[in-house]
């Protein structure tokens, strides 16, 4: 059986999709792909794919990750290019490598975010960071299905710092970009959860709702503040063209 790791992208309207629909589109793409997939026991067999960590519905991203198990082995590009075909624009495939290590979602400790805040003045925005940088504590709410939850989010957020937006996207109109790295923890913090920390520490109010874009997700280093590529240890597991043949040639070797 092959194991193949996908990342894949919600850009545009496409961001409004729940996972749920992508659950299905996604479904419908491998049969239209005629991926030779294989499924689980029982009276209801499925597909055999492994979802990791989806976004919030509503926000972007750049770095969706999901495993697919295979019957028959096929090339990752040839794969991802027939998958990215099969789906709608905006749901983009853009990279495929073949799983020859464990523990993909325990490589995902951490996303890196974009909140992209129109009509707030940049230096509102950098005096509001600068307050939730310095909080040792900072307690927002969030509707649960048991009921109002209330949890500091502060320790989960890294990294919070405010982007130039005229160099991000030329504009007329005020607009603060805010750049996040969030670790994945329990209970989960979200980028809205970051937005109403902001309000609840400088009473930061956006007049519109943000546009959020997940840039990244992957292994937190402590040390550097980076996260890094998921996908890099099966690439760099992968066996390289000269191995290949050099392993090809002392199995024809005369005894």
């Not at 659950?23 to 067999?45: K, W």
């Amino acid at each position: 059986m092959q194991r193949i790791r996908l990342r894949y992208t919600k850009r545009g309207r496409l961001r409004f999709t729940s996972h749920r629909d992508f659950q299905r589109a996604f479904e419908r793409a491998l049969r239209r792909a005629e991926v030779p997939m294989a499924y689980s026991a029982g009276f209801t067999p499925h597909p055999k794919v492994s979802y990791a960590n989806a976004a919030p519905t509503g926000t972007g991203s750049e770095a969706e990750y999901l495993e697919i198990a295979l019957t028959a082995a096929r090339d990752p590009e040839q794969l991802r290019i027939l998958l990215d075909e099969s789906l709608p624009a905006g749901l983009d495939v853009i990279e495929a490598v073949e799983a020859r290590t464990s523990g993909l979602a325990d490589r995902l400790t951490a996303s890196v975010w974009e909140l992209r805040l129109v009509g707030v003045d940049p230096a509102d925005a950098e005096r509001a960071v600068a307050a939730f940088n310095a909080a040792d504590s900072v307690e927002v709410q969030r509707m649960a299905k048991n009921g109002m939850r209330t949890f500091d989010a502060r320790p989960a957020v890294a990294h919070l710092e405010t982007r130039d937006a005229q160099a991000d996207r030329p504009t007329d109109q005020a607009c603060a970009i805010l750049r996040l790295v969030v670790r994945h923890v329990t209970p989960a913090v979200r980028p809205d959860d970051v937005l109403s920390g902001l309000r609840a520490v400088a009473d930061l109010a956006p007049p519109v709702p943000a546009g959020v874009t997940r840039l990244a997700q992957g292994l937190f280093d402590e040390e550097t503040g980076a996260v890094t590529d998921p996908l890099a240890p099966d690439r760099e597991a992968a066996p390289t063209e000269q191995s290949t043949v050099v392993v090809t040639a002392a199995a024809k070797a005369p005894a």
